[in-house]
């Protein structure tokens, strides 16, 4: 399946039905009077998040949803019937956009949570409406009203605890792969990751969701490689992890790069907590090594965590890091805060 995470689409929600004029005209029976039937309303234009998707790529081949008109109101006092609602499945983390791309209407973060993006007409009432001890007759009755259209955009972010970003290469799909069972592209070469992948990491009795996107170069936030588009798959994670290839060049100068493109994009990122990591720790000695760290340390201003996702060496301390940083965000969004006092 492949993977889409924009789409635009042109959505309308159904016109209300007609209110019908009628009178009871029946054999021994003096006084009818109106009896028209209000008209129905019509179909709502509805977005819900459902389970198993985790890309817009049906939204490639259709742009096109319209719910059903409501049905006009008839004689004997029937109503019309309410039109049918069009339904949008979408999956979790998708936001929905106005046309200009910026005003919110819905985030939808959650299985089952939904939103009415476009609301269906009302019927117009039927004469039986307005009749009243002065207006016995009435022969009017009003006409139902029209639904909405307007063009829509659906944004996916994926949904995930942990995020990892570094240069292309870093090693970054090898990690993802060495601790779930995620299996995305592995390749010497730079882009080896087009579409952001999404793995299970199982830690101490304990899971969460880890994120992979394709590596970002200088620059990026102006377009060069693949661009930072990519950036907002990882705007919900709790934590960064940080990969730095121990095999390239200056280790703190790739620090720092990615750093400056986090920076760009915005959006919390750089304000995230981050754990670094110098991967591909099995392909250098040891001096090479402690050369790198002293680098990166400089850098970011903390020890590196030291990792081999080939060998194994240091994964398990980089998920318990992962782990402590994701509980200790928890932590802090479920803590009450406490009452500020009087002078305070």
């Known amino acids: 399946m492949k993977f889409l995470d924009e789409a635009k689409v042109y959505i309308r929600s ?3 039905g007609n209110g019908c004029v009628s009178f009871r005209r029946e054999k021994f029976i003096e006084f009818g009077g109106p009896n028209g039937g209000n008209g129905g309303r ?6 819900r998040a459902i389970e198993g998707l985790n890309t817009l790529i049906d939204y490639r081949y259709q742009q ?5 008109n409501g049905g006009a109101g008839t004689g004997k006092d029937r109503h019309g019937a309410n039109g049918a609602d069009a339904v949008l499945k979408v999956p979790v983390g998708t936001q929905v956009y106005e046309e200009d791309g910026k005003t919110l209407i819905a985030d939808l973060t959650e299985e089952g949570q939904r939103a009415i993006l476009a609301r269906g007409g009302n019927g117009g009432f039927g004469n039986a409406h307005f009749k ?10 009003n006409p139902g009203q029209p639904g909405e259209e307007f063009t829509i955009h659906l944004r996916l972010k994926l949904i995930a605890d942990a995020g ?12 993802l792969a060495a601790v779930s069972a995620a299996r995305p592209k592995i390749a010497d070469y730079p882009f080896t990751t087009l579409n ?3 793995g299970v990491v199982e830690i101490d009795g304990r899971e969460f969701v880890l994120a992979d996107i394709p590596g970002l170069i200088e620059g990026a936030h102006v377009g060069a490689g693949l661009g930072d ?3 907002g798959h990882i705007e919900r994670c709790r934590v960064l992890l940080h990969l730095i290839d121990a095999t390239g060049g200056h280790a703190g100068e790739a620090y720092k790069t990615v750093r400056a493109e986090l920076a760009a994009y915005d959006h919390g990122l750089a304000d995230k907590p981050e754990i670094v990591a110098l991967s591909k720790a099995d392909a250098l000695g040891a001096e090479e090594i402690k050369r790198q ?3 990166l340390k400089r850098a970011a201003g903390k020890s590196p965590l030291i990792v081999s996702a080939v060998s194994g060496a240091g994964v398990a301390d980089v998920l318990h890091a992962l782990l402590k940083a994701i509980e200790e965000t928890q932590r802090r969004m479920i803590e009450p805060r406490a009452p500020a006092g009087r002078y305070s």
């Not at 096109?64 to 059903?68: L, M, P, S």
């Not at 009243?132 to 009755?141: E, F, H, I, K, Q």
């Not at 990892?164 to 990690?175: D, I, Q, R, Y």
């Open 14 to 16: 159904g016109d209300g």
């Open 42 to 47: 019509g179909g709502d234009v509805v977005a």
């Open 64 to 68: 096109h949803f319209k719910a059903k």
């Open 132 to 141: 009243s001890s002065t207006n016995r007759a009435p022969r009017r009755a």
């Open 164 to 175: 990892l970003v570094g240069l292309p290469n870093a090693g970054k799909s090898t990690f």
């Open 196 to 198: 952001p992948h999404l």
């Open 229 to 231: 588009r990519f950036l």
């Open 293 to 295: 760290g002293t680098r």
